[in-house]
């Protein structure tokens, strides 16, 4: 596939994402007396779609575990956002953690990852 092609894919993509969201990044700081305080950081905002998993989904049965019961939500952002596990995404109002990939494609041409809702 050529550079262009690929670009095009991509906008199309982009074009598909309709709501605003953010990434934010669990950090750890010392409380000054022998513990430690969690906080969040934000790192990236930008275009989001949000779409519940359907039990035809069978990476979701891999991931079954780390969803600990809840179902899953599929988070999709332009292919070059920094998401990692374990962060959490605020998207219209919801708050989800990511904890796993959609990895197995040839062409990367948007950022999709498995989520559960923050409790």
């Given at each position: ?30 409380d ?9 950081t ?78």
């Amino acid at each position: 596939m050529f550079g262009l092609q690929l670009a095009r894919m991509r906008r199309t993509a982009d074009s598909s994402l309709p709501s605003f969201g953010e990434v934010w990044r669990r950090s750890y700081a010392a409380d000054g007396k022998g513990g430690r305080t969690e906080t969040f950081t934000r790192v990236s905002s930008g275009p989001w779609r949000v779409a519940p998993t359907t039990s035809s989904v069978s990476s979701v049965s891999m991931f079954a575990s780390r969803l600990g019961g809840q179902d899953g939500w599929w988070a999709t952002a332009q292919y070059h956002v920094d998401v990692r596990l374990n962060d959490q995404l605020r998207v219209e109002g919801q708050n989800l953690e990511v904890v796993g990939f959609d990895s197995g494609r040839s062409w990367p041409i948007s950022q999709r990852v498995l989520c559960r809702v923050v409790v």
